[in-house]
């Protein structure tokens, strides 16, 4: 395997230290080189239903006595992480685990509303893993790996009793069975669901399984402590600097294996449903060190979130899509109308996804629709403030169900949506706009769930997932526990079981310049005297990722982000001003930390989008599309995942493609038919 | 809108702290109360004083970080979590006085960031149901009552953001405790580790510092997730049961 | 594997019940229930002060010759009074303990302060302290007579109409039967919650129970001073 730890640590830091004298040259980085194609080497081949039973047969055990000797490092408390934490201390495994919340139990996978998805066909109506395999990897716009999507879908069966099994509350009809539904336009109900709060429960029975761990001394938890770094000892990743958030302190801990469950880089665009902390650093540190980045321009956009009401919104909240089942959505027929909703009569209005789709109408797919909403944003008939909001009206569901049989089906959502825009949605239609929501790129991993660094692993968001160009709705809780619970702690024993457990001397010039990386890093951040806020700058990369890099890209809109993003990084590093010091609790300097980071990830990113020049999934090039203006795929020439491997900042990434082969299902234009 | 904000500093545990005034401007009814302490913060970087440190994350009222007692009450006037609070719901000119949740068993560690640890460990002793990963039965292997299913999830709903412990004029945490013995006591699932549990969750509460319960309900007016009173009245006689159990 | 053991011996359970608030929170509920149940058989004795001097003496006469043959006179009494004062005892020193858990679980109040609890919840302490206080005097008064005008034993009738006669027994009697009411008031609610009695569909029935015996229990006690003072027992 190539990567592992390639240009001498002890210069990066300076490299980013003499950005701050001026610009780089932007273009030189669209001006990629194509290295060796990856291969994912651990795959095993044969019948896609016997692949993952191989694969575990053929993994290297660890003998129960020798699991306490091997230490590992898991990063992150979410589904994933939290999971693969609890599991691998029940195995009698030594877990140190991280995450930079006060409690394990906050992690954004308990935001998650929907529910989670399991091929077990208790409705009898032609559910099975084949068919769950099928609709992910079709979901995906074939750009995910058939391998992974399929052992995602066996596993899937087992999530749910392990969860049940725990405790966790999911919905159940009267006789005392678990009740179903279907979800993002599956024509089966395999949605296994707790009312709006399917994250939370799921993520509370994990986190108290991690919390018996815990307790039991099998895992020393660190909360409020963030990853700041890989450390990476002879091409091995062999533990982690991290920052203990309250008292300032940097340390080193090590491992036999560093698993990185730290979830996605949604937040790159500083407006998006992710929690406010979420970030994308220990992945990008990772990916600096060595993990190649995979599918980073791979974004999903939610059609149904709430707005922004002004400049000092903070963060987007998202409402079911199953709003869209009874709602209309429409806007004036006239640029900058703004006339209330009520005052604007029928005629004057255009109830665009009707007039253009008029088959699937409302219902057309998320990234169909969103685009939809922006292109008549665009067109200056946007609603709300700023306009940029569409408008989903309820009025004809009122009139022809009755309120309510409205209020029974939604009635938590609106008072939702009433709680944040103190406008009654029974009255009034409500306003939405897309959102950016989930990440299906991540650090490149093989079968095994292994980074290209020896020992360093990602689960769940983190990885460049199973998830294609495109997630379907409640299976990013499948997946993160899928990884957590089964996937990781079978191929995690496979690579311990190969790799003896030996010390890495705290004083080994890997360990010392990474450190130093580190501190040097949050001294320049807290000495720069600048006159502009971190949050400052990571609005205005928001704003330029969500305008070129968004939910339509084209090739001059991200030449010019590529010409930008550097230009603004030079300047933060210039112009940042962090109070406070590094002593302590210091929130200002956590988050410029981790813009620095969005301030190099937002650069691969474009650049991806650059040179995937087709449209599918969550990625939209406004040079390839249908004649009547659809997503076209181009599979001869982009059918494989792109995986980026750092060459340091600023500097031309490489490309690695990882082929794609299709046996089972085979690729086909999505339709709407 | 313009504010007087009182808001309690406090650099480090050992710091006696102190209410400070500040003043903001441009707030607008359709922020939330953490944007509003955002914009004071940002103003505060451009003038070079430290912001207020303050915990949040999802800011969509479900994570259970954010949580400050403004002007008296947990999470303020309205009852959800601070982050779903708006600023419609102040006057303008109002003073507002910002202070951490006050608890032994919560320390302050800066600013209104407070150490909720306690309740992990709380969790740790005894909230959960013993289930190695792989070892669970097909789930439909034991059928659950609607009713208990129903009412395990209404605890369940717990977001641990500890309004109860700042409201309760004893800072007891047997709202939240309850909360989870109730949750996993419903279910057929948690049967096993009945009476260990409460017995075991209650001796760990107590350690941790937090008071006794007096009944006062001040926990359930707060809590954003609406987790009912009859939740205290039910642990108590799970832990009543349990130590006649002998458990 | 990390395999569930449980090795470490746990202590008796009445130990366990006294080291846990919710334990001692329970010592509480029962000591309140006994002393409640003796209110109102207090009560009830009282109100026989309407009925003049023989009535009310032949009763607590009586009182000191119930369960004759079998206990020897004023027994019963003797092993009430024990009782009782081992309700009291228990109920005061587990409020002491729990409060002082309580004001240690609280060490920095609010600034910004608001009353949000009912007076009666509030006032448990206080009028917890201003009920023993008087029980003392209430004993010196009317069981010991050490403090009371007449203090004739035997004559409780007269006693009672010779406290209440004076404007300091009727003030420290009407200050205390209020204090009771507002202690039973969250103190029954409060009970039955600790019992575990507590549910959605009874809360409100609880909390009704509890505020018709505080009324019940306060105006049947005050009917005696009232009495007294409005002549209508002389």
């Known amino acids: ?673 | 809108m313009k504010l007087t904000l009182r808001i309690w500093r406090q650099s480090g545990p050992e710091d006696p702290g102190a209410l400070r005034t500040y003043e903001v401007d441009g707030i607008t009814p359709e922020m939330s109360f953490l944007e509003m302490l955002d914009t004071l913060n940002e103003e505060l970087i451009e003038r070079g004083e430290e912001p207020v440190a303050f915990d949040h994350d999802c800011r969509e009222g479900i994570c259970g970080a954010c949580g400050m007692v403004i002007n008296g009450e947990p999470h303020g006037p309205d009852r959800t979590t601070t982050c779903q609070l708006h600023m419609r719901h102040f006057e303008d000119g109002a003073t507002v006085d910002i202070e951490p949740w006050r608890a032994a068993a919560f320390p302050v560690v800066k600013d209104l960031v407070v150490d909720r640890s306690s309740f992990d460990r709380v969790i740790g002793s005894g909230g959960y149901i013993t289930a190695p990963t792989g070892s669970a039965p097909e789930a439909h292997a034991t059928p659950v009552p609607k009713a208990a299913a129903d009412a395990a999830f209404e605890h369940a709903e717990c977001i641990g953001c500890g309004a109860c412990v700042a409201a309760c004029p004893n800072g007891s945490a047997m709202l939240f405790t309850s909360a989870k013995v109730v949750h996993l006591n419903s279910l057929p699932q948690g049967a096993p580790e009945r009476e260990t549990r409460v017995l075991d969750m209650v001796e760990t509460m107590d350690a941790e510092g937090f008071g006794g319960c007096t009944n006062t309900g001040m926990c359930t007016t707060v809590c954003p997730k609406g987790i009912p009173l009859s939740s205290i009245s039910t642990m108590n006689r799970e832990y009543l049961r349990a130590l006649r159990k002998g458990a | ?234």
């Open chain 1, 1 to 673: 395997m190539s990567g592992g730890a390639r240009s001498g640590p002890h210069v990066r830091g300076r490299e980013t230290v003499t950005e701050t004298t001026g610009p780089e040259p932007g273009p030189g980085y669209a001006d990629y080189r194509i290295g060796d194609p990856l291969v994912d080497g651990k795959a095993p081949d044969g019948p896609i239903e016997e692949r993952w039973a191989r694969r575990r047969f053929e993994a290297k055990l660890v003998n129960p006595a020798n699991r306490r000797k091997h230490t590992v490092i898991v990063v992150g408390t979410g589904l994933a992480g939290g999971a693969a934490g609890a599991t691998l201390a029940e195995q009698g495994y030594r877990v140190v685990q991280f995450c930079y919340q006060d409690s394990p139990r906050r992690a954004h996978s308990i935001a998650a509303q929907g529910g989670i998805n399991a091929a077990k066909n208790y409705r009898n109506d032609g559910d099975s893993v084949r068919r769950l395999f099928y609709d992910t990897v079709k979901g995906g716009d074939f750009r995910a790996r058939e391998s992974n999507v399929h052992r995602l879908a066996e596993v899937s069966v087992e999530i749910i009793d392990q969860c049940v099994a725990q405790g966790v509350p999911f919905a159940r009809e009267y006789g005392g069975l678990l009740d179903t539904r279907s979800f993002g336009g599956v024509q089966v109900s395999r949605t296994f669901y707790a009312r709006g709060q399917t994250g939370q429960q799921l993520l509370l029975g994990a986190y108290q399984a991690l919390s018996r761990q815990i307790a039991a001394g099998n895992v020393e938890m660190r909360p409020r402590t963030e990853m700041l770094d890989l450390i990476v000892v002879d091409g091995r990743a062999r533990g982690i600097v991290a920052r203990d958030l309250v008292t300032g302190r940097i340390d080193t801990y090590f491992a036999d294996a560093v698993v990185l469950a730290t979830g996605g880089y949604g937040n790159v665009f500083y407006l998006s449903t992710n929690a406010k902390n979420s970030n994308a650093t220990a992945i990008w540190r990772a990916h600096r060190r060595g993990a190649y980045f995979a599918n980073p321009c791979f974004t999903q956009i939610h059609p149904t979130c709430i707005p922004r009401s002004g400049d000092h919104q903070s963060k987007l909240t998202l409402m079911s899509e199953s709003l869209r089942n009874d709602g209309r959505i429409w806007v004036p027929k006239e640029p900058g109308d703004t006339r209330a909703p009520a005052d604007i009569p029928e005629e004057e209005r255009d109830y665009y996804l009707e007039r253009i789709y008029p088959s699937f109408g409302n219902l057309v797919p998320r990234d169909i629709a969103s685009r939809a909403a922006k292109n008549v944003c665009d067109e200056g008939r946007g609603v709300g403030p700023g306009g940029q909001g569409v408008y989903l009206d309820f009025a004809d569901a009122i009139a022809r169900l009755g309120r309510d049989a409205v209020e029974a089906r939604y009635g938590n959502l609106f008072e939702m949506y009433q709680r944040i825009t103190d406008e009654d949605p029974y009255r009034v239609p409500m306003r939405i706009y897309p959102a950016i929501h989930y990440t299906m790129g991540g650090l490149w991993v093989d079968y095994d769930l292994a980074t290209t660094v020896p020992g360093l692993f990602a689960i769940g968001e983190a990885n460049f997932s199973d998830h294609g160009a495109n997630r379907l709705g409640a299976s990013a809780l499948m997946q993160g526990l899928a990884d957590g619970y089964f996937v990781l702690p079978a191929t995690l024993a496979d690579f311990l079981a190969r790799h003896p457990h030996d010390e890495v001397p705290a004083d080994h010039p890997a360990v010392t310049d990474t450190v130093a990386e580190v501190t040097d890093r949050l001294y320049l951040l807290l000495s720069n005297n600048g006159d502009r806020s971190p949050d400052s700058f990571h609005r205005e990369l928001g704003e330029l990722l969500w305008d070129e890099c968004g939910m339509a890209r084209s090739e001059t809109g991200l030449r010019k982000a590529l010409e930008r993003i550097p230009a603004l990084r030079a300047e933060f590093w210039r112009r940042v001003r962090v109070p406070g010091s590094g002593a302590s609790l210091n929130q200002s300097l956590e988050k410029a930390n981790r813009i620095a980071d969005y301030l190099e990830l937002a650069e691969l990113m474009c650049l991806d989008a650059l040179h995937r020049a087709e449209s599918c999934g969550g990625h939209f090039r406004e040079e390839s599309q249908t004649p009547d203006g659809e997503a076209a795929r181009r599979d001869e020439e982009f059918s494989y995942a792109a995986a980026w491997e750092f060459t340091g900042p600023g500097t031309p990434p490489v490309l690695h493609r990882e082929a794609l082969e299709f046996s089972y299902v085979h690729p086909t234009q999505r339709s709407y038919a």
């Open chain 3, 1 to 234: 594997m990390a395999l569930a053991t449980r090795t470490e011996r746990r202590p008796p359970t009445v130990v366990r019940l006294w080291r846990s608030t919710i334990g001692k929170k329970t010592v509480m509920a029962v000591s309140g229930a006994i002393m409640l149940l003796y209110l109102v058989f207090h009560m009830l004795g009282n109100l026989k002060v309407f009925f003049g001097p023989d009535e009310m003496n032949g009763y607590a006469h009586w009182l000191r010759t119930i369960g004759e043959p079998v206990l020897h006179h004023e027994w019963f009494l003797w092993l009430a009074r024990v009782g009782l004062l081992a309700a009291v005892l228990a109920h005061g020193v587990a409020a002491y303990q729990l409060s002082r858990r309580d004001l240690a679980a609280r060490p920095v109040g609010y600034r910004h302060r608001r009353a949000r609890t009912s007076y009666a919840t509030r006032t448990m302490r206080w009028g917890g302290v201003i009920l023993a206080l008087f029980v003392v005097w209430h004993i010196l008064d009317l069981t010991t007579g050490h403090v009371n005008p007449n203090g004739e034993s035997g004559r409780p009738y007269e006693n009672v109409v010779a406290t209440f006669n004076t404007w300091y027994g009727n003030t420290i009697y009407g200050v205390a039967m209020v204090a009771v009411g507002l202690h039973i008031r969250h103190g029954f609610f409060s009970a039955a919650q600790t019992l575990g009695a507590g549910s959605a569909a009874r809360d409100r029935a609880l909390r009704l129970t509890a505020n018709g015996l505080a009324l019940v229990l306060t105006l049947g006690f005050l009917a005696v001073p009232v009495g007294v003072m409005t002549g209508v027992v002389e």
